[in-house]
């Protein structure tokens, strides 16, 4: 493992095209709760799982209601800070390439990497959207509406449902990011997926295609992942403090 990390070391500062794909493990050392653990976001409130179904959403008023009044008085995530991994990663500067985050959690823009360079592939919560049109406005000004006692705001403009700008389970990605996340690859001369499992797709699949395009990949999590097999450097360690040895 040393080896490793002294190779990625290397193959960092040797890099100027570097994309990273980051998960939820970057984020763990933040506070962020992950969804079905103990503590999960999802195991503390099943009516929110329900609520990041397209399906269960769009057709049940009462879920909708009780997912506005979580976020409404703050109990659905908490206030939460970038960490070392994620300000290790801001430190690259004009190495990064692309930043693609499958975290809806802003918390690489907090840490300092520029919005242009990251895609949120899973969207994000700082927003809210309309389902019906092209309706995007800060989550907070949905959320003074329902402190005031619109229990399901819908869109100002078209009335249509709103939801939070994240891509919920049955929603399909969107294709512009896919699109420029699969470009980035191509461009890249170094992928790292940093706290990322790399099972869920379809973004998971910017790993065979590097490997494919022989781009050295380096893998950092704490857990083995779906594409161990086809890491240049494979290091299973700390993320945050990893990071910030190796950036
Ligand atoms: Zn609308």
Request: hydrophobic share 35%; glycine share 8%; proline share 5%.
């Amino acid at each position: 493992m040393q080896k490793h990390i002294e190779e990625a070391k290397t193959v960092i500062k040797n890099s100027s095209k570097i994309v990273i794909l980051t998960g939820a493990g970057i984020s763990t050392d933040s506070g962020i709760p992950d969804f079905r653990g103990p503590n999960g976001v999802w195991t503390k409130n099943p009516e929110a799982e329900k609520a990041s179904n397209i399906r269960y959403y769009t057709t049940s008023p009462e879920i909708r209601k009780k997912n506005w009044s979580l976020r409404a008085t703050g109990d659905l995530w908490p206030t939460v800070s970038p960490n070392d991994g994620h300000k290790a990663l801001a430190r690259l500067g004009d190495k990064l390439f692309l930043l693609i985050t499958q975290n809806v959690d802003g918390l690489h823009q907090l840490a300092g990497t520029p919005e242009e360079q990251i895609v949120e592939i899973h969207g994000n919560t700082r927003n809210v959207s309309c389902l019906e049109c092209d309706y995007l406005a800060p989550m907070e000004e949905a959320l003074k509406r329902v402190r005031k006692g619109e229990e399901d705001p819908h869109c100002l403009i078209c009335g249509g449902l709103l939801k939070s700008a994240t891509i919920s389970f049955g929603q399909s990605l969107i294709s512009e990011d896919l699109l420029r996340s699969e470009q980035s690859i191509h461009e890249c001369d170094l992928l790292m997926a940093v706290g990322t499992s790399l099972t869920v797709g379809p973004i998971n699949r910017v790993v065979p295609l590097a490997h494919s395009l022989g781009k050295p990949i380096f893998i950092l999590n704490g857990e083995p992942t779906e594409y161990d097999s086809l890491a240049t450097y494979l290091i299973r360690e700390d993320i945050s403090s990893m990071l910030r040895e190796i950036c």
